[in-house]
């Protein structure tokens, strides 16, 4: 099954206490991106990446990094969490192209306390 | 200037009634997708439907209509037969393949209530 799955779906953890969300897709999809979700703010980008090797910031970054090593996983890494970053994050896939659109993940909910 | 604008934050609609979600765009491209989205309160993003600037004609999926007026650049989803499982939110969203290196835009959502 086409799919972008995403882990874990919750997440309580401290503060400053390091933690990575997994992002994996199996539709050789070259562009990946990260959102978080805030309830007023809608969705908003984190970073992107349109190939392995290639990411760029998106409107929110700071406090986020992200790597692709590989096409299909995109790791979201929180190097020092902050209840600032508590929200509501997404990951998506897309083929490149005005056509097509996003697969989404399930979403993570991190709470940081 | 924001790239897509919805307007409504919240809609009711009666049960087998028709609504329309309203959703406004901002592009230079002359290639675009318009695409539409629902959240329910489980919380995963649903894709409903998509419009290619170049398409003749308005999208359909289903009880899923895209309401594409191009000059005045709005894209308004159109929901025919209201079911109480339509109860969610939903996302306008337009991708420009140009001018922005693929870049999504989302607007901020309009929260759906079907009403008995």
């Known amino acids: 099954e086409a799919q972008v799955t995403q882990n874990p779906r919750y997440l309580i953890t401290v503060t400053g206490k390091k933690l990575t969300v997994t992002c994996s897709q199996n539709?050789?999809?070259?562009?990946m991106s990260w959102y978080r979700q805030d309830p007023g703010l809608g969705l908003r980008q984190i970073y992107y990446?349109?190939?392995?090797?290639?990411?760029d910031k998106g409107d929110v970054p700071e406090g986020y990094k992200v790597s692709r090593k590989e096409k299909r996983n995109f790791p979201l890494i929180l190097e020092s969490p902050s209840p600032n970053q508590t929200s509501l994050y997404f990951c998506?896939?897309?083929?490149?192209?005005?056509?097509?659109?996003?697969?989404f993940g399930s979403g993570t909910r991190l709470t940081v306390v | 200037a924001q790239k897509i604008t919805q307007t409504q934050p919240g809609m009711f609609v009666q049960e087998k009634e028709a609504v329309t979600l309203d959703c406004t765009y901002d592009?230079?491209?002359?290639?675009?997708?318009l695409f539409w989205y629902k959240q329910p309160s489980s919380g995963e993003m649903i894709f409903l439907i998509y419009?290619?600037?170049?398409?003749?004609q308005n999208a359909t999926e289903g009880r899923y209509s895209l309401n594409f007026q191009k000059a005045r650049k709005s894209a308004n989803l159109v929901i025919s037969a209201s079911q109480l499982g339509d109860s969610a939110m939903y996302f306008c969203?337009?991708?420009?393949?140009?001018?922005?290196?693929?870049?999504?835009?989302f607007g901020t959502g309009t929260s759906l209530t079907v009403i008995p």
């Open positions: 990446s349109m190939n392995v090797e290639v990411t």
């Open positions: 969203a337009m991708r420009e393949p140009y001018h922005t290196g693929n870049q999504f835009y």
């Open positions: 998506a896939s897309s083929l490149a192209g005005a056509d097509y659109g996003y697969t």
């Open positions: 419009q290619g600037s170049y398409d003749q």
């Open positions: 539709m050789n999809h070259e562009y």
């Open positions: 592009t230079s491209d002359p290639s675009y997708g």
